[in-house]
């Protein structure tokens, strides 16, 4: 199973880009990167997802070098309410199973 | 727009009562997954469903039991509560393709007393 390893926190001011690395060495080749936003007292929301090179959309970049051993996790500039728990998750196996680690808390302050 | 939905978002009981969790999706997905959320653990995964009346055991089904009659509902049963139980409860779907994208209910916040 494909583990992720990420920063347990990370702090920011409001304007500035953001950017979060995650590793996976043992990403399968079937295996998509994905990443999720929580709130607290909510439940994930999804804000990306990639298999190789750059995946961009209108909240977020992600950056996936050719090893796919790794993956970024750019916000561009982040919001006090960018603050929330960043969660980055691999595709396990075949029965569609994700697991969490304990994700990335982001700070944004004023 | 997906729904999931959760039937409660607070519930308190009693140690030692029967505890029902309802999840409901609109979007036709095979997949279901119930997860409980605490402090410092993240999300763990209790149970999931890939079809109806089918179910698999995830990292930590002990304590808890599943029902999925109708492909649009997954149910979580704790079939006699205990106060190590007392978390944030978060039901999630997926639709049965690659991508593994899943989309997560409001939670329930479960006190057991």
């Known amino acids: 199973l494909a583990k992720t390893t990420q920063p347990i926190s990370m702090d920011s001011y409001e304007g500035q880009e953001v950017n979060i690395t995650c590793s996976h060495n043992?990403?399968?080749?079937?295996?998509?990167i994905t990443w999720y936003q929580q709130f607290p007292s909510q439940g994930p929301r999804f804000i990306i997802q990639?298999?190789?090179t750059k995946v961009t959309n209108e909240v977020a970049s992600l950056f996936i070098p050719a090893d796919r051993k790794s993956s970024t996790l750019s916000l561009p500039r982040v919001s006090l309410s960018d603050t929330a728990v960043y969660y980055c998750?691999?595709?396990?196996?075949?029965?569609?199973?994700?697991?969490f680690g304990t994700g990335t808390r982001l700070q944004v302050f004023p | 727009d997906v729904k999931v939905t959760q039937s409660s978002r607070y519930l308190v009981k009693r140690t030692g009562e029967k505890v029902f969790l309802e999840c409901v999706q609109d979007?036709?997905?095979?997949?279901m997954f119930w997860y409980r959320q605490d402090p410092g653990l993240g999300l763990r995964l209790i149970y999931f469903?890939?079809?109806?009346?089918?179910?698999e055991k995830g990292d930590i089904p002990e304590g808890y039991s599943v029902s999925r009659e109708k492909k649009e509902r997954f149910s979580l049963i704790l079939e006699s509560a205990s106060t190590n139980q007392t978390s944030m409860y978060l039901c999630?779907?997926?639709?049965?393709?690659?991508?593994?994208?899943?989309?997560f209910g409001p939670g329930t916040r479960l006190t057991v007393t």
């Open positions: 990639g298999y190789k």
């Open positions: 469903s890939y079809d109806v009346k089918m179910k």
């Open positions: 999630a779907s997926s639709p049965g393709t690659s991508g593994k994208r899943e989309y």
């Open positions: 043992n990403i399968a080749t079937n295996d998509y």
């Open positions: 979007m036709d997905h095979e997949n």
């Open positions: 998750l691999v595709g396990v196996d075949n029965t569609d199973k994700l697991i």
